[in-house]
């Protein structure tokens, strides 16, 4: 179980007065959206609300809403409703959560590009399993979740489109791996108890925001390049903004 003040930093800023349309809280991501009395019918405003090298992503602002009906998950033929199955699609998605739900993946989540997963108004857990990879993707977005305890996985075939699948090697264990991936905005998740580490970029990745989350009781916290004679990573481009190292990190804040 997370400890009530996890719960309370997620949640606070609603408590913010409301002024017209802006909170005034300082925060600009949460000026933007959090007192939009209509944001829950109003949920792609999110994507005009990125700061910093990030603020590009769209996620999947020009496309359908997908609901994940279903916290199953089978890595190579995802059922229709349940995270994996929108992950892969190739169409833009924003993908909400029909309620609260926690979903143990069998296999990292392989997330296609132009995909927002808007875990607003569930109380949304990825815990227990391997976790989240983006990996050579762009324009993602993943906002409002809880990912923890993320275990190792691979040696197995994964579903990473409709049409293609292909055999995996075993993974770090990351909460959420970025891989080669770009335009990418990390916001108001709550990381904790991962393998690996809670988020890594690496191998050329660039254009990321990574705002508003709670980290906590975890060794290696962030790995942004992971070779310095990697000479892709040179050029990284990451914004590190709002977010909240808390009690029980060791290392790597960022590194």
Known sequence: MAPPFHTLFLFAAFSFAVVGNACNSGNPIDDCWRCDLNWETNRRRLSDCGIGFGKGAVGGRDGRTYVVTDSGDDPLNPKRGT????????????????????IELKQELLVSSFKTIDGRGADVHVAGGPCITLQYVTNVIVHGIRIHDCRQGGNAYVRDSPGHYGWRT????????IFGGSHIWIDHCSLWKCKDGLIDAVHGSTAITISNNLMYDHDKVMLLGHSDAYTRDRNMQVTVAFNRFDRGLVQRMPR
Request: net charge negative.
């Open 170 to 177: 075993e993974s770090d264990g990351d909460g959420i791996s």
């Open 83 to 102: 995270l994996r199955y929108g992950a892969i699609q190739t169409e833009p998605l924003w993908i909400v959560f029909s309620g609260d739900m926690t």
